[in-house]
């Protein structure tokens, strides 16, 4: 059965440790739901009700969008091992950029590495444990250099200019917040402390 938490313990970060994979989902007040899987070394638990992951340059910025313009955002763990659990956590969460408070806080979490577009900061409202029984099992074998080898070829000036031309707006052509014009996204004064989930 199901199972409800305010926020993280000991047994539900170690799990979420033992991970490899997780899986963020987002939607907008109009448009498409977003489910995207993640992987690498790009998780991190920063205490009981707030985790983050490096966002990666990819063909779509959909999660940015979405966050931009709705904030809800669900982030799901299920074990592929002989023992079986789902975990979810849900939440509102916010892109965070080199530009933005709060950066310089979040990426010392991180081992940085080519592509790097922004940080996902997730304050957790709920847990959810579920059994998952029907999950298949599957052995992991090793994490996958592709994506390294694509974009330390793109180089820097490359990866700009392909989050210029693909990540600027969603699918639904709703803006992501990325390469905005300088000054344009300056946080104001009085805008979230990354630091206190609250203020989300």
């Known amino acids: 059965m199901a199972k409800f938490y305010e926020c993280l313990n000991t047994s539900l970060r170690e799990f979420i440790q033992r991970q490899h994979v997780f899986f963020v989902a987002t939607a907008p007040h109009s448009g498409r739901v977003n489910l995207s899987p993640k992987g690498a070394d790009t998780f991190r638990i920063i205490d009981d009700a707030r985790v983050a992951y490096l966002d990666i340059t990819g063909s ?39 530009r933005d408070a709060g950066w310089s806080e979040l990426s010392r979490c991180f081992t940085m590495f080519p592509g790097v577009r922004q940080i996902m900061s997730l304050a957790i409202e709920s847990v959810q444990t579920s059994c998952g029984y029907a999950v298949p099992r599957y ?37 992501t917040g990325l390469h905005e014009t300088p000054g344009a996204a300056d946080v104001p004064e009085d805008s979230p402390d990354v630091s206190d989930p609250s203020q989300y």
């Not at 809800?72 to 950029?97: K, V």
């Open 60 to 98: 779509g910025n959909e999660t940015a969008a979405h966050l931009l313009d709705d904030g809800r955002l669900t982030i799901m763990f299920c074990s592929f091992d002989p023992d079986p659990l789902i975990l979810r956590l849900y939440g509102h969460g916010r892109a965070l950029h080199p």
């Open 139 to 175: 052995r992991y074998e090793g994490e996958r250099d592709t994506y390294l080898r694509w974009a330390e070829k793109k180089g820097a000036d490359g990866l700009a200019a392909y989050q210029a031309d693909k990540n600027r707006v969603s699918i639904d052509g709703l803006p």
